[in-house]
T-cell receptor, first 115, second 109 residues
């Protein structure tokens, strides 16, 4: 089991562009959460997808959107990139229905740099 | 609102000394607390969660609802404990995790 995989590992974009990040959950997991981790900070929750719908959302603008596919993989899209969007983007997977629902397993992240 | 505070950004102790990483939380409901660790060049991984009441790699953490704390402790630090440690809060029924800013622990030989 490869665990949670994210692609790409690094990305460089310019202001105003759009970006798509991808995540494959750990085998057997059906829930994907996305976090933004700025330098020197802890991860901040962006949103979570379960059964192909956004189940919960953090305090992020509508420029941040996502999608979950039938195979449980997920994408994070960010439109109209700002310099402040530069960060490490983490994907975490978990099981949506069991008592262990809050154990989230993290990917290695995608480092996004906006110039 | 849910909030997690880790008051120490940096903590340095000598090998064999006791370690305590502090974590305080704010949450009106029944919390689920976690400690995640990130070793150098590795991904964030779960160290322990309060409801498991287990000791992992010699670390323990007790949830104190009166003081709203979930401090991480180890009686004898080892060099391989050097890492970034994050305390995280998951509210009951909620799916998101709220993280503290993290504490970088350095164990000196």
């Amino acid at each position: 089991d490869a665990g949670v995989t994210q692609s790409p590992t690094h990305l460089i974009k310019t202001r105003g562009q759009q970006v798509t990040l991808r995540c494959s959950p750990k085998s057997g997991h059906d829930t994907v959460s996305w976090y933004q981790q700025a330098l020197g900070q802890g991860p901040q929750f962006i949103f979570q997808y379960y059964e192909e719908e956004e189940r919960q959302r953090g305090n992020f603008p509508d420029r941040f959107s996502g999608h979950q596919f039938p195979n449980y993989s997920s994408e994070l899209n960010v439109n109209a990139l700002l310099l402040g969007d530069s960060a490490l983007y983490l994907c975490a997977s978990s099981l949506g229905k069991t008592g262990a629902k809050n154990i989230q397993y993290f990917g290695a992240g995608t480092r996004l740099s906006v110039l | 609102a849910q909030r997690v505070t880790q008051p120490e950004k940096l903590l340095s102790v000598f090998k064999g000394a006791p370690v305590e990483l502090k974590c305080n939380y704010s949450y009106s409901g029944s919390p689920e607390l976690f400690w995640y660790v990130q070793y150098s060049r590795q991904r964030l991984q779960l160290l322990l969660r309060h409801i498991s009441r287990e000791s992992i790699k010699g670390f323990t953490a007790d949830l104190n609802k009166g003081e709203t704390s979930f401090h991480l402790k180890k009686p004898f630090a080892q060099e391989e404990d050097s890492a970034m440690y994050y305390c995280a809060l998951g509210g009951q029924g909620a799916q998101k995790l709220v993280f503290g800013q993290g504490t970088r622990l350095t164990i000196n030989p």
